[in-house]
């Protein structure tokens, strides 16, 4: 037996069969002391004449190694100690590389960063064809970049384009295209994994030699393989990565740096360039703000938002009312992502075959990106299912409304699915700000009824909001959580009031943006602000997405529930009149062709009834716009919206894309100080009106120096 705990062997034949199994952890991860457990195991291995070559794989179930372990990178307290903690990184995949006897690896699960750099310095690659199995380099995605060796040994198996496609987009590839790119060397069913990497070790130590092909021809020859061509591609990555990033975030910059040095340098230099880099981003605010994202979104994937959850009911089919936009997504989701039964109803069948449709679209769109194959694209549109009637809910142990905005519809949908389904069957509405106990109130199970607010589009928007009222069973709770979980949402539970989490720090947000263009401000210059600013789109495109007749809707709501502070913009008033209600109308504040969305339709200014004159300066649209988010935020908070500080950020980061450079609107509210905050407010409110009075929240952190992070 080896010295070490997280990794033992056997020898089978001349093949010394490691295993990494790192104790009590459900995944396992190289952390400083697992270093020391491989090079110890290593040491051993060299030293014993039986072992003839070796065979590596995890003996986690469904993951194979998870990366470096993140948890010691938020103790790191300097560039230069964040750089050595890379070079040791890459001294043990130093030592693996140059192992004196060849080194097979058997990929089943998730094996990313630094276990995909682990694979990359082994001799042969295996992988199970599983869906479990995926292979990346994620670190960009934690303000990173892969700092032992990734840089240097993927360019170089793949070439340099293949390898920074997926490195600057923090991609993880399914193993049937990981084998296409030739990142693993055999793809093989997950029964006989364990056989082909023992034959490949052996075949190996027998001194075979596999022969890699080079891939991509012609082109590959010129861009990849030819200094100037390179050139060319990091040219053009480095310009794409700057417009997508807008320059918020350094790692994908210090990637592409780390790649072309080594590439133009060679590898020892590269390897050098690329610990440094690694050093520096580590200690940056950015990949701070990642990194805590990376734990939040992980504790959340355990908690059911309720002390003691019961288990949640495993659902088997789901009911869908209403086939339109949303009730669609969510069927084509479930689908695709949870594997269910999945029966969609509407008023008439054309509405119904058309919601068929659009679900069908969720998957055609994975089959078409190689994500399920044939035979489970054909399974899984076998399981989509719908009619006019309830005919078929009857065995639905979750039903999901998502009917137009109105109680009096909600209700009667209640009483209906009450009346097409079991007693123990759960209701949930996909409203997004009518109170849920409102609607449970024509409920005869009202302990049934639950919120389950998706955002769209549903397919591709990762939160859900989970909102139990006041007289919902937990167990209910729990199942709404865990259901979210399995179609690949991250779920918040938020408190049943007007607006929820989303929509309540959204709204706000949303209508200062009209009361600047009342004040003269281009529509163009209020989005391209907020991109600066790090959100996705601008406030106004986000309107034409959204459409402005579900704002106006939703700003109503909000308006009646909260007074004059939601005031709707009077700039809006004419939108919906006038039938532009955004890129579904084909015409909002921006033309829309065939889909594409265009420049300012500036004949929207006559609607509006302000012509763009500049307006206050950038700073401080900036500021208004961002403030009254965080000033309703803290309040919210302060109302227990949210149960944490954290579900409020990740909400905002993955609800609407508030920047995650910035940590969500809580952490930035943390880094701006609640002092300076308060008079910012003040001055706003004394400027522009009563939406920006500090609140008491903001105020009692001022005064007692307090933060929503300790
Ligand atoms: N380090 C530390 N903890 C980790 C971890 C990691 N790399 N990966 C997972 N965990 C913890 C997680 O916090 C949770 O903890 C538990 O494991 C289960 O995770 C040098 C610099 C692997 C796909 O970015 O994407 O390598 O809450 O709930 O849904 O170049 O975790 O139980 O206490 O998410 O099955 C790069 C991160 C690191 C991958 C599994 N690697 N992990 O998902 O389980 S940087 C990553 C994941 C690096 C090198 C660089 C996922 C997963 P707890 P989980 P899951």
Redesign the pocket.
């Known amino acids: 037996m080896a010295p070490g705990a997280a990794l033992t062997w056997t020898l089978a034949d001349g093949v010394a069969v490691v295993t990494f199994d790192l104790p009590g952890e ?2 396992n ?1 190289i952390s400083r002391a697992v270093k020391e457990d491989v090079l110890a195991t290593f040491e051993v291995l060299e030293r014993d004449r039986a072992v003839e070559a070796v065979a590596f794989f995890s003996g986690k179930p469904d ?1 194979f190694i ?6 010691e990178f938020v103790e790191i307290t300097s560039a230069a100690e964040a750089e050595r903690l ?1 070079a040791d ?1 890459q001294a043990l995949l130093e030592r693996v590389a140059g192992f004196s006897k060849p080194i097979a690896v058997g990929i089943h699960g ?1 094996c ?3 276990g995909l ?1 682990f694979a990359l310095a082994c001799r042969y690659r295996v992988a199970s064809d599983h869906p479990k199995t995926q292979l990346g380099l ?2 960009v ?2 303000g ?1 970049l ?3 060796g ?1 840089c240097q040994r993927l360019p170089r198996l793949i070439g340099a384009r293949a390898a920074l496609d997926l490195i600057l987009a923090a991609k993880l590839e399914p193993a049937a295209r990981a084998f296409r790119l030739g990142i693993v060397d055999e793809l093989v069913h997950p029964a006989i994994l364990k056989d082909v990497t023992l034959a490949a070790a052996k075949r190996l130590a027998r001194g075979w030699r596999p022969q890699r092909r080079r891939r991509g021809g012609l082109v590959a020859w010129l861009l990849d393989r030819n200094p100037l061509g390179r050139r060319l591609v990091f040219r053009a990555a480095r310009r794409q990565v700057l417009a997508k990033t807008g320059g918020n975030y350094p790692a994908p910059v210090a990637a592409l740096e780390a790649v072309e040095h080594g590439l133009r340098h060679g590898i020892r230099e590269g390897l050098k360039r690329e610990a440094q880099l690694f050093g520096q981003l580590a200690v940056t605010d950015v990949s701070r703000k990642l990194v805590q994202i990376f ?1 939040a979104t ?2 959340l ?2 908690d059911f938002g309720i002390p003691s959850p019961p288990p949640p009911v495993a659902v088997t089919r789901l009911g869908v009312v209403g086939a339109g936009f949303m009730g669609a997504g969510i069927a084509g989701t479930a689908v695709a992502q949870a594997d269910v039964d999945v029966r969609l109803k509407d008023a008439g069948l054309p509405q119904v075959a058309k919601g068929l449709a659009a679900a069908r679209e969720v998957l055609d769109d994975r089959f078409k990106r190689r994500r399920i194959s044939k035979y489970e694209y054909t399974r899984l549109v076998a399981q989509l299912s719908g009619g006019d009637s309830y005919a078929g809910f009857g065995r639905a142990e979750l039903v999901i409304e998502a009917v137009f905005e109105d109680l009096a519809v909600k209700q009667a949908v209640v009483r209906e699915v009450e009346a097409a389904t079991s007693e123990g069957a759960a209701f949930a509405s996909n409203t997004s700000t009518i109170p849920i106990h409102r609607i449970a109130e024509a409920a005869r199970r009202p302990e049934q009824v639950i919120g389950m607010h998706f955002f769209s589009p549903v397919a591709r928007m990762p939160l859900l909001e989970v909102i139990p009222a006041a007289r919902t069973a937990p167990a209910v709770i729990s199942t709404a959580v865990a259901f979210g979980r399995r179609m690949g949402k991250t779920a918040i539970v938020v408190k049943d009031s007007p607006g929820f989490w989303i929509n309540r720090i959204l709204t706000p947000y949303m209508n200062e943006a009209g009361h600047l263009l009342a004040a003269g401000v281009a529509i163009e210059e209020i989005d391209q602000l907020m991109v600066h600013f790090g959100f996705p789109v601008g406030p106004i495109t986000l309107l034409d997405e959204v459409g402005m007749d579900v704002a106006e809707k939703v700003a109503g709501v909000m308006h009646a529930a909260f007074g004059d502070r939601f005031a709707p913009a009077a700039s809006f008033a004419g939108m919906v009149k006038a039938g532009r209600l955004g890129r579904k109308a084909g015409k909002g504040f921006y033309r829309y062709a065939g889909g594409k969305k265009g420049g300012v339709d500036t004949a929207v200014y006559e609607i509006i009834g302000t012509q763009p004159n500049g307006g206050p300066r950038p700073a401080e649209v900036i500021q208004r716009l961002v403030l009254v988010m965080l000033n309703e935020a803290a309040r919210a908070v302060g109302e227990g919206i949210v149960r944490s500080p954290r579900d409020g950020d990740i909400g905002a980061i993955f609800g609407f894309g508030f920047p995650p450079f910035r940590g969500g609107p809580l952490r930035h509210a943390d880094d701006l100080g609640a002092a300076r905050l308060v008079g910012e407010l003040e001055r706003l409110a004394e400027r522009y009106g009563a939406r920006f009075a500090p609140s008491d929240v903001l105020q009692d952190q001022a005064r007692r120096g307090t933060k929503f992070y300790s």
């Open positions: 459900p995944v991860k993951s998870a990366g470096a372990d993140i948890a890379a990184g998730a990313l960063g630094g750099e994620p670190e995605q934690l990173l892969p700092g032992a990734g734990f992980t504790a994937k355990k």
